[in-house]
């Protein structure tokens, strides 16, 4: 039987690879959404009733700005 100390580990290591950044449009997208400014965002969006425009500006940066993940 697995240690939970293992079973913490291969989630990390699942969790990480699963959520590894694209590109730079990934990398901004977290750190947006860690800052509180993507919330900040979808707030003001939702008032303005306009998209944000985020998803689209994700993409074109991480077709851009691809990083070479193996």
């Given at each position: 039987?697995?240690?939970?100390y293992?079973?913490?580990a291969?989630y990390?290591l699942n969790?990480?690879?699963?959520?590894?950044s694209?590109?730079?449009?990934?990398?901004i997208?977290?750190?947006?959404e860690?800052?509180g400014?993507?919330?900040?965002?979808?707030?003001v969006?939702?008032a303005v009733d306009?998209?944000?425009?985020?998803e689209?500006?994700?993409?074109?940066l991480?077709r851009l700005?691809?990083?070479n993940?193996?």
């Amino acid at each position: 039987m697995q240690s939970l100390y293992g079973a913490i580990a291969n989630y990390k290591l699942n969790y990480m690879e699963e959520n590894k950044s694209k590109g730079l449009g990934d990398t901004i997208a977290k750190i947006t959404e860690a800052t509180g400014i993507k919330k900040v965002v979808n707030i003001v969006s939702e008032a303005v009733d306009k998209d944000c425009g985020c998803e689209k500006r994700q993409s074109t940066l991480n077709r851009l700005f691809p990083y070479n993940n193996k």
